[in-house]
């Protein structure tokens, strides 16, 4: 079992946060950093779902990590989900931000359903970006795993298989609407049809680790 700088399992979690009873609930709370886009979390044990009512739906919880980050190079994490069972499109989001101790240093991993990946990390003002493709499919379960090297360059598994990223620029980001050193997860499904993305566990830990790591929550 690999130890780890942040994990959650939500194994004895319950209650709903959102945009008006924000929590926390198990650490976790419900922010809106680009103001009100609805949706909520439900904890049930061994899950927090990511439920969103309208098209434009964008929940967004954050946790604060245990211990001051100093640098997101380094790093590997891993988070397991089932996918809404809407049609997926290029609203469709699942995201992982993690902010560093200052937000001098960002770590971004968005999936969206039109198949593409965005993976950042480094700089907050102008973060290395890298692009990938995957595939998107209604009600899947997957488990995503990145690792970010000590030279900032990222790799991403999905299912045990390799996404292909490249590199296309350094560009602008959010995060610093985030918390400083903290795990946020957000996303939504990009249709007007209520719907439900359970979050069964997710994962931060120092080194490279291979997509086959095991992990523990603490």
């Not at 700089?123 to 090297?149: E, Q, R």
């Not at 292909?164 to 560009?171: E, S």
């Amino acid at each position: 079992m690999t130890p780890t700088i942040f994990g959650d399992c939500f194994n004895i979690c319950t209650g709903t946060i959102n945009g008006g009873a924000p929590g926390p609930v198990c650490g976790w709370t419900y922010i809106e950093p680009f103001g009100a886009l609805g949706g909520e979390f439900n904890f049930t044990p061994g899950v927090m779902s990511m439920d969103t009512f309208d098209a434009d739906d964008f929940p967004i919880a954050t946790k604060a990590l245990p211990a001051p980050l100093a640098t997101v190079f380094g790093l590997s994490g891993q988070w397991s989900f089932t996918e809404y069972s809407t049609p997926p499109n290029a609203t469709t989001t699942y995201q992982i931000l993690v902010n560093n101790f200052d937000i001098s240093e960002t770590l971004l991993v968005s999936l969206f359903g039109d198949g593409s990946v965005v993976v950042q990390a480094g700089n907050a003002i102008l973060v290395p970006t890298y692009l990938g493709t995957w595939t998107p499919v209604p009600g899947a379960a997957h488990v995503v795993h990145f690792s970010i090297d000590g030279s900032g360059i990222p790799t991403l598994f999905i299912d045990g298989v390799a996404i292909p990223l490249v590199f296309i620029a350094d560009l602008g980001n959010f995060s610093g609407s985030y918390p400083a050193n903290s795990m946020n997860y957000g996303g939504g499904a990009g249709d007007p049809t209520p719907g439900s993305s359970p979050l069964r566990s997710l994962f931060l830990t120092a080194g490279v680790t291979p997509p086959e790591t095991v992990f523990c929550c603490t």
